[in-house]
């Protein structure tokens, strides 16, 4: 089938790769001409791992323009991948949303193409599908349909969750318009949940305020363990076997980031409240992710009394591993926390320096090799669970360091080597 993509980010190009490497002729529309002429050259804006292979492999079935009337003349179901950024009052804003919709209904009215269908991938408030149709419906009077897909993809792992979904959500008002794009996945052999518009927007922010609300009540699991000497990791491996519980997302330390958890548990308490709901669950899980970085700095203060004029070097500076992404990080949260206290700070990152340098403010000293940053330090705090961490020489570092302290705020290292190497080693609810 001949689709196309709108909005050539990370999601749009994930999933305008995959729905080529399944058979379909797609063609990716942005209106950023810079990055759709890179696209062209075979250079792929963004960093994730799979993405240029995949397209490179598809090149032959994938094309990209910067202009509304290709996309309608090469393709009948358009996906919408803009981005939907927070707005200051946590909910979702819909600008870019609008404008493809504004702009699809005016392509359709010039070409008067047969029963056009939008799919809307981007995470949008419940009731956007409803809005869409209205937007399209001034400028377009013949049939069109509008379908809710919402996209499951983390960052690093986009490919392989596109490719190997748990489940595939298609909601819409008409049956046909969903069974068919139901049928652009047949390939992938996913449970399909056909269901209505509304009810398939709000699948996608139930799934990340639940998957979030899991952080937050084992970093609080985690707290209380702190005080009373019991282990977290044993604990989440304990209640993880429980099949009704399962054991992913039971990770504790500095609390969930990026660029869809925090936005998105904001959106949904947002708009539970714009319609007459107070959903108190999740203010707690959003204070209570707030809260774990003030914990590090309390734990590095509880160690050094003072943060004033203290090294404090920090291990890891994107929002998760394999990815130089920096929006959200706790990283960056506790560096201005930190800051706040008086405390002179150098950071490291294998990937995310170049972007956490853009947040940041001119005092940060960023550090190409961990070994430099432990140089007169007072402390180390891991902020990111950057597997190579493990492998440093923790003994060298120790030697450079002015006071062996490590706080390990995403639980990566070993308490007991630590110890045996001499650090004072702090993780979260770890024994
Ligand atoms: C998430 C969802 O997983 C994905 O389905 C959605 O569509 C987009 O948002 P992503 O933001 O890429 O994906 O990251 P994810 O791997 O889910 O981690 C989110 C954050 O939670 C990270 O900061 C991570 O460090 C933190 N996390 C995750 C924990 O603190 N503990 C855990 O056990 C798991």
């Known amino acids: 089938m001949k689709l196309s993509i709108i909005g050539a980010g990370y999601v749009g190009l994930v999933t305008g790769a995959s729905l080529a490497e399944l058979g379909h002729d797609v063609i990716i529309m942005d209106i950023d001409r810079a ?47 803009v981005w939907t950024p927070p707005l200051k009052d946590g909910s979702a804003d819909l600008s870019a949303v ?31 599908g409803k809005a869409i149709r209205q937007i ?18 983390r960052e690093g792992q986009a490919v392989a969750d596109m490719m190997h979904p748990d489940r595939i959500i298609v909601g819409s008002n008409d049956e046909e318009s969903a069974k068919t794009v139901a049928s652009l996945y047949q390939d992938l052999r996913a449970p399909i949940i056909i269901t209505d518009i509304a009810t398939a927007e709000m699948i996608k922010y139930a799934a990340n305020a639940f ?25 989440a491996e304990g209640i ?29 308490q947002q708009f539970a409240n714009h319609n007459g709901y107070d959903f108190k669950l999740l203010k707690s899980v959003i204070e209570v992710n707030e809260q774990q970085r003030q914990m590090v700095v309390e734990k590095l203060i509880n160690n050094l009394v003072t943060l004033k004029n203290k090294n404090i070097f920090i291990l890891g500076l994107a929002f998760k591993a394999h990815t130089d992404d920096v929006r959200e990080s706790g990283a960056i949260d506790l560096i201005i926390r930190i800051q706040k206290q008086g405390a002179k700070i150098r950071a490291h990152d294998p990937l995310a320096l170049l972007n956490a340098r853009r947040d940041l403010d ?52 070993d308490p007991r080597q630590m110890r045996s190497h001499g650090f004072i080693y702090e993780g979260v609810g770890r024994r």
């Open 35 to 81: 990055r759709i002429e890179k696209l062209d050259k075979g250079i792929i804006p963004i960093y994730e791992p799979g993405l240029d292979r995949l397209i490179n492999k598809n090149s032959e079935s994938i094309s990209f323009t910067t202009k509304m009337d290709e996309v309608i003349r090469e393709a009948d179901i358009h996906f919408i991948c």
């Open 98 to 128: 609008r404008a493809v919709a504004r702009d699809l209904g005016k392509a359709f009215a010039k070409r008067k193409i047969k029963t056009p269908i939008i799919v809307t991938k981007s995470t949008v408030p419940v009731g956007t």
């Open 211 to 235: 998957l979030a609300t899991k952080i937050s009540f084992i970093n609080e699991v985690a707290n209380v363990c702190d005080l009373v000497g019991a282990d977290v990791e044993s604990v």
């Open 362 to 413: 001119d005092e940060i000293k960023f550090v190409a090799q961990p070994y430099q940053g432990a140089q007169g330090a007072d402390a180390i705090v891991i902020a990111t669970e950057w597997p190579e961490f493990r492998d440093l020489d923790w003994s060298v570092i120790k030697k450079q360091m002015r006071n062996p302290l490590i706080i390990d705020g995403r639980n990566l290292l």
């Open 136 to 153: 399209v419906r001034k400028e377009y009077k013949n049939d069109f349909s509008v379908v809710s897909n919402p996209e499951f993809l």
């Open 240 to 268: 993880g076997m429980d099949k009704r519980i399962g054991k992913s997302f039971l990770k504790a330390g500095m609390g969930y980031g990026g660029s869809c958890f925090p936005k998105d548990v904001r959106a949904l």
